[in-house]
């Protein structure tokens, strides 16, 4: 930011015309910043409207400004369009003539000459005249806001150049603008691969929101803003910015959350169950390591009865 304070009455042609502060300042204190709206032509411009792009056309010739004088049937659309985009206003909506008491000093400037692209004030001529051209371009309004947010579990999470939202939850599209006309209406364009649908909603505040219950893989894809209003007996229109929205599905996630686990549970439980049944299937230790002392002629353990005892005590 400069450091010197600018004190300009508005009649200067140079900033450095304008008279400024004796002492210099290292900051700017908050909301003194100078603010500017430019045009792309500086000897080009409209003035007694409600808008840059709406009014008196008037023209700065030999450091003359004066407006610009015309015949009912001289200046069309065509001409005017002209116009409007040499200061970045769009096109033009309409071209009136306005009537004064009297005449008054203008320049006069013929439509075959705009329609040569020539500059304005290599046409312009002085004369004097009580029909003074005004002009309406279609650049009058402000691009609009779109955001958009999602909630989850109560907490909402808004993004700007697009989001993410579950599916099933609640999302909101939200439209907005700076305060510029009263009134208007805002339409929510939605655009896919399959699909183009749009929603209307009044401007309350110079905004609207647009909820959506339940989200779903149809309203997957991009949104836009438009903002219509009436003034000056014509509608105008403007529209924001795109943004997407991607729908997540996590329930094949969930569903392998919880079958895998329990897929290995049950192997788990098999394997238990397979292992305890083929272990008990198995011989004894003590039965298969009992040795047959009759086949290998060893004596029976002392304290056992002989076979001679045995015959002796059947007798």
């Not at 655009?191 to 905004?207: D, F, G, K, M, R």
């Given at each position: 930011m400069?450091t010197?304070?600018?004190?300009?009455?508005?009649?200067?042609?140079?900033?450095?015309?304008?008279?400024?502060?004796?002492?210099?300042?290292?900051t700017c204190s908050?909301g003194?910043?100078?603010?500017?709206?430019c045009?792309?032509?500086?000897?080009?411009?409209l003035?007694?409207?409600?808008?840059?792009?709406?009014?008196?056309l008037e023209?700065?010739?030999?450091?003359?400004?004066?407006?610009?004088?015309?015949?009912?049937?001289?200046?069309?659309?065509?001409?005017?369009?002209?116009?409007?985009?040499?200061?970045?206003?769009?096109s033009?909506?309409s071209v009136g003539?306005?009537?004064?008491?009297?005449?008054?000093?203008?320049?006069?400037?013929r439509?075959?000459?705009?329609?040569?692209?020539?500059?304005?004030r290599?046409?312009a001529?002085?004369?004097?005249?009580?029909?003074?051209?005004?002009?309406?371009?279609s650049d009058l309004l402000?691009?609009?806001?779109?955001?958009?947010?999602?909630?989850?579990?109560?907490?909402?999470?808004?993004?700007?150049?697009?989001?993410h939202?579950?599916?099933?939850?609640?999302?909101?599209i939200?439209?907005?603008?700076q305060?510029?006309?009263?009134?208007?209406?805002?339409?929510?364009?939605?655009?896919s691969?399959?699909?183009?649908?749009?929603?209307?909603?009044?401007a309350v505040?110079h905004?609207?929101?647009?909820?959506?219950?339940?989200?779903e893989p149809?309203?997957?894809g991009?949104y836009?803003?438009?903002?219509?209003?009436?003034?000056?007996?014509?509608?105008f229109?403007?529209?924001?910015?795109?943004?997407s929205?991607?729908?997540?599905?996590?329930?094949?996630?969930?569903?392998r959350?919880?079958?895998?686990?329990?897929?290995?549970?049950?192997?788990?439980?098999?394997f238990?169950?397979?292992?305890?049944?083929?272990?008990g299937?198995?011989?004894?230790?003590?039965?298969?390591?009992?040795?047959?002392?009759?086949?290998?002629?060893?004596?029976?353990?002392?304290g056992?009865?002989t076979?001679?005892?045995?015959?002796?005590?059947a007798e």
């Amino acid at each position: 930011m400069w450091t010197k304070e600018f004190q300009c009455g508005g009649t200067e042609s140079a900033l450095l015309d304008c008279r400024s502060s004796g002492s210099d300042r290292n900051t700017c204190s908050p909301g003194k910043a100078v603010g500017l709206t430019c045009s792309e032509s500086d000897d080009v411009r409209l003035v007694g409207g409600d808008s840059r792009c709406a009014g008196t056309l008037e023209v700065k010739h030999q450091g003359d400004w004066r407006p610009v004088g015309s015949y009912y049937s001289d200046w069309s659309l065509k001409e005017a369009t002209i116009v409007c985009r040499e200061l970045s206003c769009g096109s033009a909506v309409s071209v009136g003539w306005r009537e004064e008491s009297s005449s008054r000093s203008v320049w006069w400037i013929r439509s075959d000459c705009v329609q040569s692209k020539s500059a304005l004030r290599d046409c312009a001529t002085p004369d004097s005249s009580p029909l003074i051209l005004n002009l309406t371009c279609s650049d009058l309004l402000l691009q609009p806001n779109i955001s958009g947010s999602s909630s989850v579990d109560g907490v909402s999470e808004a993004q700007q150049q697009g989001f993410h939202v579950l599916r099933g939850s609640t999302f909101t599209i939200s439209c907005s603008i700076q305060p510029q006309y009263p009134g208007g209406s805002f339409q929510l364009n939605f655009t896919s691969s399959t699909s183009a649908l749009n929603y209307i909603e009044p401007a309350v505040n110079h905004s609207a929101h647009f909820l959506f219950p339940a989200a779903e893989p149809a309203h997957q894809g991009s949104y836009s803003c438009v903002y219509h209003v009436y003034v000056f007996s014509h509608n105008f229109s403007s529209e924001s910015r795109l943004i997407s929205l991607t729908v997540a599905d996590l329930r094949p996630f969930i569903i392998r959350a919880i079958v895998l686990p329990l897929i290995l549970l049950l192997a788990n439980i098999g394997f238990y169950f397979y292992y305890k049944t083929t272990r008990g299937q198995r011989p004894g230790r003590r039965e298969k390591a009992e040795p047959d002392y009759y086949n290998l002629g060893v004596p029976a353990a002392e304290g056992g009865p002989t076979e001679e005892e045995g015959a002796q005590g059947a007798e």
